[in-house]
């Protein structure tokens, strides 16, 4: 028995040293290797938990400290909620090109697929390095806002993420083929992580040759899309460093809508952005919210890994979505929420404003504050080419220091943080 403890201890010992060094862990890797507390066993925490604070009570302090509280913060993600990330080192990817689509053929273990991504390129002489580009999360092919960004100099990938995972409970797909969701936390990944995995594919294919094939350059990356696209994208973000600029979109419960708050049946004044309802004055209620429960759902589910199906209220989870926002902050990144607010009843807009103010001590810390920024349409579920103008004017300051067509200042602020309109949280994040 005695000879039985000591290869235990000397067992956990080498599994700690693993996940301190962020050994990658292998698809399918059994739970015994990880260091977290069973979903159904969470205790419930009646505060929101603070961005700035390790799991341990220690505060975060130092850009230092940031770089190990983003890597805890991710970890919780991957067991708790979304599910982990393949690493791709077992992965062959080759790719072409041909009548302006991208070809990715992936192997894996025996198994391969091929993702087709069309794109669309600028016209004249590109930059010196290559053209930024912006991939898109595409229900329909090349939409107009890519053609837009065509136009301002941005390349265009049009990204079909249900070739890459179904949007159901079967688990189909590029992914899945290659991934098989399994029984273990390790590959019960959700769909929004796999659909990310097809951007990152993208992103290899560039940097294995693809842009400098086509005059791209591969380090200056845009990515966005809309409703659950717009969750995959906030996902994506927060899973490769490479996406220099993430823009989810429309994102609600299960992207940045706070878990812990509802907007449901609040009233606000949207008098700023010329609004005027029935009875001729500026206010408007937000009539219903997506509720936790809903998206555990069989319907939404599939979204999310198998865990969080097992968590039973959002105040179980060791997180709030101005977590997610916060694993993008670094020197070199760029974070753009969009939202509509007539058209958005279900999304919790509210809710996406206090992500966005509580991810900013993190931008803060590593001395990017200018980099977090928010813009809000009054109508629309989408992102409008108004959204776009202002995107590309920031992302030609960013990327070449070119001075902007328009105020850049409205990225800052919106209607939700106007004194009349925030709720008692959203204030006390804004006053942190």
Request: proline content about 4%; charged content about 20%; overall charge negative.
């Amino acid at each position: 028995m005695k000879l039985i403890l000591i290869a235990l201890v000397m067992l956990l010992t080498l599994v700690t040293a693993a996940l301190a060094e962020d050994a990658p862990l292998k698809w399918g890797q059994t739970d015994a290797v990880l260091p977290y507390t069973a979903p159904g066993k969470l205790a419930v925490r009646e505060e929101m938990p603070d961005l700035m604070t390790f799991e341990d009570g220690t505060p975060v302090i130092t850009a230092e400290d940031w770089e190990r509280r983003r890597a805890e913060i991710k970890g919780l993600y991957e067991y708790y909620m979304y599910g982990y990330m393949p690493d791709g080192s077992e992965e062959n990817l080759a790719w072409r090109v041909a009548d302006s689509v991208l070809y990715i053929d992936i192997a894996r273990e025996g198994k391969s697929v091929t993702l087709m991504v069309p794109f669309i390129l600028p016209k004249g002489e590109a930059p010196e390095g290559g053209w930024p580009y912006y991939i898109e999360y595409s229900f329909w092919g090349m939409s107009d806002v890519v053609k837009y960004a065509a136009n301002r100099g941005y390349a265009g990938f049009a990204y079909a993420p249900y070739d890459v995972a179904s949007d159901n409970a079967f688990f189909l797909g590029a992914f899945y083929t290659l991934y098989p969701r399994g029984i273990h936390a390790t590959n019960r990944t959700g769909a929004l992580v796999a659909w990310s995995w097809g951007v990152s594919k993208i992103i290899d294919a560039l940097e294995q040759g693809a842009a400098a094939e086509l005059g791209i350059n591969a380090e200056y990356s845009l990515v966005g899309g809309v409703s659950r696209f717009g969750k995959s994208v906030a996902v994506a973000g927060a899973y490769d460093e490479r996406i220099k600029v993430v823009i989810p979109s429309c994102s609600g419960a299960g992207g940045l809508g706070m878990l812990r708050y509802s907007c449901q049946g609040k009233t606000f004044d949207l008098s700023s952005l010329n609004y005027k309802n029935e009875q001729g004055n500026g206010l408007w209620t937000n009539g219903t919210c997506e509720s936790f429960s809903n998206i555990r759902a069989s319907s939404e589910g599939h979204w999310f890994c198998g865990n969080f199906l097992v968590v039973k209220q959002p105040e179980m989870l060791p997180f709030d979505q101005h977590f997610l926002a916060a694993l993008c902050a670094a020197p070199d990144r760029h974070y753009i929420v969009v939202t509509g607010i007539l058209s958005e009843e279900w999304n919790n807009v509210e809710g996406q404003t206090m992500a966005f103010v509580g991810a900013q001590p993190a931008w803060d810390l590593v001395g990017a504050p200018d980099n977090n920024n928010m813009i809000v349409h009054l109508y629309g579920h989408t992102i409008l080419q108004s959204d776009m103008e202002l995107i590309l004017d920031y992302c030609d300051q960013a990327f070449y220091g070119l001075e902007p067509a328009r105020d850049l200042s409205v990225m800052k602020t919106n209607v939700f943080m106007e004194d009349s309109n925030a709720s008692d949280l959203l204030k006390a994040f804004m006053a942190k």
